[in-house]
């Protein structure tokens, strides 16, 4: 079953949006929001929850003050520097510990306890659009890409169970870890990029990360008329990369305007960004290998 | 004075933010670019590249000579970058947070320090500011190592030139943006009034709230969206240090490279008042921590 994910080497380039106007096109999806660290797609779609989840991953060192006799072998050990010492007293700083363990198992009175850490929750829910699988990160935490391999894992096997076709994922900013770990194995990367120079910096980097980890690749320039200089340097680097431009869609406040009132631009308006993105999303599905 | 520039999500306009606040700075300053994944400063501050270092991160190398196979290392291991399968160990130095957790107990000796490349950093000057920024290596899943090794040459550079620093954030709240602004003295939050803005700005402030700085709002494409984000900050008490109205010249102006404070005369004047109350918020946090002292 093919797994299309929309990616945009950063954020604000409208690729949440484009997401939200294709889960509308494509006919029988489930529909996965990646970003965990701060999704939006929820605001388009409005799930209900149908299971809710808690995500646990990875421990965090806590200093027991009873225990400790202060001999400060954690905070010279320690690479993160995430042992303070205030007053003589030592205690672990949440922000800076990596849960790496080694105070753990350094400290010769067994003072460091090892706790999991509670990072977030996850949930499947039903939209107006069809099932959805999304999470949300608590602020400040990591290892979102495990929490993106497990919501790519629900997917699948929603999809499995309720015989659909195809998973749509809008994926996470960036190009670090949660973006590799929605990458792999990946059948098609949608790639929105913008006319500008932050733009185009951003979707080179991001199409090396897809020409490493071997995933296919199609690119959509958004806001292609606000400099057609910078979109025809875009069209030529896509052309000398063999990638695929599956689209340019103009500038149109239409796509803010339907944000605002929790909609997606294909169900809001019928202008012509909707109908290129009706071209777009067909040219995906055949590209992805789908019957639609 | 540290000054981060950072915002729920990228996108907002957090680099033209910093970029052009940089642009009107008037005492000594140092652009730093902490946004490694995607670092984009630079195109618009055009600096000189005057020096740049890999950064590394230590990982362990085996001696199988001297391994035998106790499988303390990989027991230890939180981040699966050492197993043991069967008798036979392997590391992954990919995987690796170099923590030196395995170093430590290896009673045999068998693993000793080497090191994956993160990624460089690289530093020079554009005009009178100083700047400095970090790259990562295209796969390389991890950022905060490599943030460290990019402030610990902004420290270097900082005692040969001290002045002000204004850092470009990395977008998000998760641990690299909580780890970006966490040495800061002042917080700017960049975003936008639509509903995406306000949900991630949401996101933004109780990511950053505990950390007790002081915090101040930009609205950017003010006027595009609905009002909802403006009542949130005023009823959190967030104060907006400006708001930077919508236009299609300025999203021109911005695609073509340009730092937006030099697009118009009144964006200028919008950017220098940004600065101006900036410095206010950070001098009544001084003044606050002085009374209670
Ligand atoms: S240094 Fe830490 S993270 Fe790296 S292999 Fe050793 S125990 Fe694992
Ligand atoms: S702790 Fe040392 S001896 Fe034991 S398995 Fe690891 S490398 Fe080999």
């Known amino acids: 079953m093919p797994e299309v994910l929309v990616i945009s080497g950063k954020g604000g380039t409208g690729k949440t949006s484009l997401t939200g106007a294709f889960a509308q096109l494509a006919t029988s999806k489930v529909i996965c929001d990646l970003d965990v660290d701060a999704p939006d797609l929820h605001l388009l779609l ?3 929850a149908l299971e809710e989840h808690e995500f646990r991953s990875g421990n965090q060192a806590e200093i027991d003050p009873e225990r400790c006799v202060a001999c400060g072998l954690c905070a010279e050990k320690c690479r993160f520097d995430a042992i303070r010492e205030v007053d003589g007293a030592f205690a672990v700083d949440p922000f800076k510990c990596e849960g790496c363990k080694l105070c753990v198992v350094l400290c010769p009175e067994q003072a460091v306890d090892f706790p999991q850490r509670y990072c977030g929750d996850w949930q499947i829910s039903g939209t107006r659009l069809g099932p959805m699988v999304h999470a949300q990160l608590f602020p400040g935490e990591e290892n979102s890409g495990r929490l993106v391999a497990l919501l790519r894992g629900r997917a699948r096997e929603l999809a499995d169970e309720q015989g659909l076709e195809l998973i749509l994922s809008d994926g996470p900013p960036g190009i670090g870890c949660p973006v590799i770990s929605s990458l792999s194995g990946t059948d098609l990367a949608v790639i929105v990029t913008e006319p ?3 733009g185009r910096h951003d979707l080179e980097r991001v199409v090396e990360l897809c020409t490493h980890f071997k995933v296919p690749a199609g690119v959509i320039v958004n806001k292609h008329d ?4 910078q979109t025809r340097a875009i069209s030529d680097y896509c052309a000398q990369q063999g990638l695929e431009v599956l689209a340019l869609l103009p500038y149109d406040p239409a796509m803010t305007e339907a944000m605002v009132k929790g909609l997606v631009i294909t169900e809001y308006s019928d202008n012509g960004l909707a109908s290129a993105l009706k071209e777009a999303w067909q040219r995906i599905a055949d590209k992805a290998g789908l019957g639609a | 004075m540290i000054v981060a520039v950072a915002s729920g999500k990228g996108g907002t306009g957090k680099t033209t933010v910093s970029a052009s606040l940089c642009s009107v700075w008037d005492t000594p300053v140092t652009a730093v670019d902490l946004d490694v994944e995607e670092p984009n400063l630079h195109l618009f ?5 005057s020096g740049s270092a890999k950064a590394t991160l230590e990982v362990p190398r085996l ?6 196979a ?10 699966k970058a050492i197993s043991l399968f069967g008798d036979v160990l392997l590391a992954f130095p990919e995987m690796c947070h170099g923590c030196g957790a395995c170093l430590e107990v290896c009673p045999q000796g068998a693993l000793s320090p080497d090191h994956r490349e993160l990624g460089e950093v690289l530093w020079g000057s554009s005009g009178d500011m100083g700047f400095v920024m970090g790259r990562l290596r295209v796969g390389e899943a991890m950022s905060p190592p490599l943030m460290r090794a990019v402030k610990k040459r902004l420290a270097e550079l900082n005692s040969q030139r001290p002045g002000d620093v ?10 690299p943006a909580v780890n970006a602004v966490m040495d800061s003295d002042v917080i700017l939050l960049v975003s936008e009034p639509t509903p995406f803005g306000l949900y991630d700005f949401t996101l933004a402030w109780e990511a950053f709230g505990p950390l007790n700085k002081p915090m101040g709002a930009v609205i950017n494409r003010a006027g595009l969206g609905d009002g909802k984000l403006a009542a949130f900050c005023r009823e959190k008490g967030i104060p907006i240090l400006a708001e930077l109205p919508f236009s299609r010249e300025v999203a021109e102006s911005y695609s073509q490279g340009q730092i937006v404070a030099q697009a118009t005369p009144e964006l200028n004047q919008a950017f220098r008042e940004l600065a101006a109350n900036t410095r206010e918020l950070y001098l009544a946090s001084q003044s606050k921590e002085a009374a209670h002292a």
């Open chain 1, 46 to 48: 409005h799930p209900e």
């Open chain 1, 196 to 198: 500008t120079p932050s």
């Open chain 1, 226 to 229: 606000l400099n057609a200089e």
């Open chain 2, 45 to 49: 501050l055009c600096p000189e590249i």
């Open chain 2, 63 to 68: 001696d199988e000579g001297l391994c035998d």
């Open chain 2, 70 to 79: 106790c499988g303390k290392c990989s027991d230890v291991c939180q981040f």
């Open chain 2, 166 to 175: 204004i850092i470009d954030c990395p977008p998000g709240v998760s641990c």
